[in-house]
């Protein structure tokens, strides 16, 4: 029973030099001050996260878009208004301009004439919203809703009124998703594979992934149309 125990402590990276350099730059720092400023891990993401917003706002501020769209909320501030990534998907296309019509399926050659039967002019949603004669009653409503008294509005300022507020917003998207402003853009498109059209149109206000169910339907409306 009387045994001497000594307790000796050999550091794992004992003899491995970038271990070891590691280690002695570690005890300097510590023994450097008797005071260290400890940040706790939470305020360090916080603090991340808030650069990376200002970051892309100011790219944003910087890029040529910002004339053309304006300054609208960002997507944090809007998810909250919408509750769902379906809606999201269909706002990101409202201010990007990527919501399908003739127009933008001419830029991928997948419709031979851009222009408006009506108006002769680029049937994009900056046209359909705000000058095509077609949906003049319809924009009637759609800006009377939104409070907007201004002739002759840009697509900026428009943009701008919709994400004023959350009431705005959801007037707004319910318009778009409840006119025939969709449909006609396709029926507009006739010389397209009218399949791809319908594909387009019935996906963009579906799930990020798509159930069979889903598919069945699709296929139900190709049918109906061919």
């Known amino acids: 029973m009387n045994k001497k125990i000594s307790l000796l ?10 271990n070891e350099k590691a280690d002695s730059l570690a005890k300097q720092v510590t023994d450097s001050t ?3 400023d400890w940040i706790a891990s939470e305020d360090i993401i916080s603090n991340l996260k808030k650069q990376s917003i200002q970051i892309t706002h100011e790219n944003y501020r910087k890029s040529k878009y910002q004339a053309s769209i304006g300054n609208v909320p960002d997507i944090l501030t809007i998810s909250k208004w919408t509750g769902n990534r379906v809606q999201n998907r269909l706002i990101a296309r409202i201010i990007s301009k990527t919501i399908i019509t003739p127009g933008l399926l001419h830029r991928f050659n997948l419709h031979p004439d851009p222009l408006c039967i009506i108006c002769n002019e680029i049937t994009d949603i900056s046209h359909i919203l705000l000058k095509c004669k077609k949906y003049a009653s319809f ?6 809703k939104l409070n907007i008294v201004e002739p002759n509005i840009t697509y900026d300022v428009l943009l701008s009124h919709d994400f004023t507020n959350k009431n705005h917003l959801i007037i707004f998207i319910q318009a778009l998703k409840y006119t025939l402003i969709f449909f006609s853009c396709i029926l507009l498109a006739s010389s397209v594979s009218l399949p791809l059209l319908l594909y387009y149109f019935f996906f963009s206000f579906r799930s990020p992934r798509p159930s069979i169910s889903d598919f069945v339907c699709m296929e139900g409306l190709i049918q109906y149309f061919l």
């Open 139 to 144: 924009r009637v409503i759609l800006l009377n």
């Open 9 to 18: 402590w050999v550091p794992g990276h004992s003899g491995i030099f970038w």
């Open 34 to 36: 008797p005071f260290i």
